[in-house]
């Protein structure tokens, strides 16, 4: 599996067949599982093998497969399933941080990260120096000799600031830090972190990965003595687990992971070239295209800009709403990556709870809106956001 293409790995990867020889892969909706004699059933606890599961709190064999051929499509050795995004940031921080750990956070980020990241690993005394994660000069300057860990937003929600992964990376490892990347925004198809030599990647498999705005999921993604070491330990105690359905949605999505997101990467460029110099836009920011200003680090580090673009539409909060309900074939939400177009405003909905210097700091203006590209003909949604700017 390891010599076939990322694209086939995510249709192949993982793929463990039961005895009737299934070509879909099997949904196992059990959480226990039975063993032949008492023998067995402590020889398992004791350790149990690849294919021997104990209990759907700690492994599924339908939740294997999706993890499997996840961390095979990054290009991590493992990965264990959460059950949301939220859970696989919390508890990946929570596993491997403890009181008196220095970490060193990119600001921009999604407003539950920084909830975890600021309220909650605050309470059990864990330090946490917040940068600006555009500026390498600033992360050189916050990690220190006892940093532990490094986090951040690869592209980040909603601004698509990019960090610079490498020289982060190099940064952190200096010092011996632990690099945790939320990959939500890169796509798992364009997604550079295992290259790039983050330790674990964390994916809200809420977004491309089902792609189809259904099922809720998370992933942490590492090396094998990471995932199934520190991570396994404290997820499976702690019950942060994917359940088999969602596992066995993400297994199909997967096989279409890349044809979608390619398609909706292309649609987003056609949309931002399209959108760029409108009048009624003050402001236009897509990581592939020329109008962001990190585009060539953008382009460095992966194929393409990915499937999100935000746009500043002007007249404030009172233009911008106007624009919103306006628009016909874009729907009014708050997820993104589904195959139905979406648009957010984040400063009254997702980053609502910011106060406002940290607003105004992360460029959360009244007129700015994510707009979450799908799988619709894009010259109809180019129509339809012209319309709607007026
Ligand atoms: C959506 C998102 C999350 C949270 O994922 P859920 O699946 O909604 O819990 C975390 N980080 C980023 C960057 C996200 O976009």
Same mark, same amino acid.
């Given at each position: 599996?390891?010599?076939?293409?990322?694209?086939?790995?995510?249709?192949?990867?993982?793929?463990?067949?039961?005895?009737?020889?299934?070509?879909?892969?099997?949904?196992?909706?059990?959480? %226990?599982?039975?063993?032949?004699?008492?023998?067995?059933?402590?020889?398992?606890?004791?350790?149990?093998?690849?294919? /021997?599961?104990?209990?759907?709190?700690?492994?599924?064999?339908?939740? #294997?497969?999706? /993890?499997?051929?996840?961390?095979?499509?990054?290009?991590? /050795?493992?990965?264990?399933?959460?059950?949301?995004?939220?859970?696989?940031?919390?508890?990946?921080?929570?596993?491997? &941080?403890?009181?008196?750990?220095?970490?060193?956070?990119?600001?921009?980020?999604?407003?539950?990260?920084?909830?975890?990241?600021?309220?909650?690993?605050?309470?059990?005394?864990?330090?946490?120096?917040?940068?600006?994660?555009?500026?390498?000069?600033?992360?050189?300057?916050?990690?220190?000799?006892?940093?532990?860990?490094?986090?951040?937003?690869?592209?980040?929600?909603?601004? &698509?600031?990019?960090?610079?992964? #490498?020289?982060?990376?190099?940064?952190?490892?200096?010092? %011996?830090?632990?690099?945790?990347?939320?990959?939500?925004?890169?796509?798992?198809?364009?997604?550079?972190?295992?290259?790039?030599?983050?330790?674990?990647?964390?994916?809200?498999?809420?977004?491309?990965?089902?792609?189809?705005?259904?099922?809720?999921?998370?992933?942490?993604?590492?090396?094998?003595?990471?995932? #199934?070491?520190?991570? /396994?330990?404290?997820?499976?105690?702690?019950?942060?687990?994917?359940?088999?359905?969602?596992?066995?949605?993400?297994?199909?999505?997967?096989?279409?992971?890349?044809?979608?997101? #390619?398609?909706?990467?292309?649609?987003?460029?056609?949309?931002?070239?399209?959108?760029?110099?409108?009048?009624?836009?003050?402001?236009?920011?897509?990581?592939?295209?020329?109008?962001?200003?990190?585009?060539?680090?953008?382009?460095?580090?992966?194929?393409?800009?990915?499937?999100?673009?935000?746009?500043?539409?002007?007249?404030?909060?009172?233009?911008?709403?106007?624009? &919103?309900?306006?628009?016909?074939?874009?729907?009014?939400?708050?997820?993104?990556?589904?195959?139905?177009?979406?648009?957010?405003?984040?400063?009254?909905?997702?980053?609502?709870?910011?106060?406002?210097?940290?607003?105004?700091?992360?460029?959360?203006?009244?007129?700015?809106?994510?707009?979450?590209?799908?799988?619709?003909?894009?010259?109809?949604?180019?129509?339809?956001?012209?319309?709607?700017?007026?």
């Amino acid at each position: 599996m390891d010599k076939l293409s990322k694209r086939t790995r995510a249709v192949h990867g993982g793929t463990r067949r039961s005895q009737y020889g299934e070509v879909s892969e099997a949904l196992f909706l059990t959480q %226990g599982f039975v063993y032949d004699t008492a023998e067995a059933a402590e020889a398992r606890f004791v350790a149990a093998g690849p294919d /021997e599961f104990i209990y759907a709190r700690y492994g599924n064999p339908t939740v #294997r497969m999706f /993890e499997d051929r996840l961390a095979g499509l990054l290009g991590y /050795e493992d990965c264990f399933a959460c059950a949301s995004g939220m859970a696989a940031v919390a508890g990946a921080l929570t596993a491997l &941080l403890k009181a008196g750990d220095h970490v060193v956070s990119a600001r921009a980020l999604f407003g539950s990260c920084l909830y975890v990241l600021q309220d909650v690993l605050g309470r059990f005394g864990v330090e946490v120096t917040l940068v600006d994660g555009t500026d390498n000069a600033a992360w050189d300057a916050a990690i220190r000799p006892d940093t532990r860990l490094v986090f951040f937003e690869s592209i980040s929600n909603p601004t &698509l600031e990019v960090v610079d992964m #490498r020289h982060v990376v190099q940064a952190a490892h200096r010092v %011996g830090a632990l690099v945790l990347a939320d990959d939500a925004m890169a796509t798992p198809v364009f997604s550079y972190a295992a290259e790039c030599g983050a330790d674990i990647a964390i994916i809200s498999t809420t977004k491309h990965v089902d792609g189809q705005g259904r099922m809720l999921g998370g992933a942490i993604c590492g090396s094998r003595e990471m995932i #199934r070491g520190p991570i /396994e330990s404290y997820m499976k105690h702690t019950g942060g687990a994917m359940n088999p359905f969602a596992a066995w949605t993400h297994l199909k999505s997967l096989e279409t992971i890349d044809l979608r997101v #390619r398609a909706q990467a292309a649609s987003a460029l056609q949309i931002a070239d399209a959108l760029a110099g409108h009048p009624r836009i003050t402001a236009l920011r897509y990581p592939g295209h020329a109008a962001h200003p990190q585009q060539a680090l953008a382009l460095a580090q992966a194929e393409s800009g990915g499937t999100v673009l935000t746009i500043e539409v002007a007249g404030g909060r009172e233009g911008c709403f106007a624009f &919103l309900n306006r628009l016909e074939v874009f729907t009014i939400s708050n997820n993104f990556a589904d195959a139905k177009s979406i648009a957010t405003h984040p400063a009254t909905t997702t980053h609502q709870r910011l106060p406002q210097a940290q607003k105004d700091l992360l460029g959360i203006t009244p007129g700015l809106v994510r707009l979450s590209v799908g799988l619709e003909d894009p010259a109809d949604l180019i129509a339809d956001l012209r319309a709607a700017l007026g």
